[in-house]
């Protein structure tokens, strides 16, 4: 069974900075791309970020560029979203997703595997 279960989501004051965690159950990890997607009420899920299954490649939408960073640990199943400079239009709910192909990480449709996600909050 496959399993993928965010964590680290939360309040957090504009300007601050969270963590994202995403650990992976019931498939092999290192040979899946990996990213993060986000979806605002009313709005479209949305892609952040993303990286290769080796870690060597990474993609950022625009809005995450210079502020969040993505990363992996095969050895620990997990995929990690460092999101820094946090601003109020960032609160969503963050799931992170598996995808087997690679052929384009940044398309949310090429994904085979979803988590529940975790939501984030920007305010003071």
């Known amino acids: 069974q496959v399993q993928l279960v965010e964590s680290g989501g939360g309040l957090v004051q504009p300007e601050g900075s969270l963590r994202l965690s995403c650990a992976v159950s019931?498939?092999?990890?290192?040979?899946?791309?990996m990213g993060w997607f986000r979806q605002a009420p009313g709005k479209e899920r949305e892609f952040v970020a993303a990286?290769?299954?080796?870690?060597?490649?990474?993609f950022y939408a625009d809005s995450a560029k210079g502020r969040f960073i993505i990363s992996r640990d095969n050895a620990k199943n997990t995929v990690y979203l460092q999101m820094n400079s946090l601003r109020p239009d960032d609160t969503a709910v963050y799931y992170c997703?598996?995808?087997?192909?690679?052929?384009?990480?940044?398309?949310?449709?090429?994904?085979?595997?979803w988590g529940q996600g975790t939501q984030v909050t920007v305010s003071s």
């Open positions: 019931g498939l092999r990890f290192s040979t899946f791309g």
């Open positions: 997703a598996a995808d087997l192909s690679a052929q384009d990480l940044r398309i949310r449709e090429g994904y085979d595997y």
């Open positions: 990286i290769s299954w080796h870690g060597i490649n990474t």
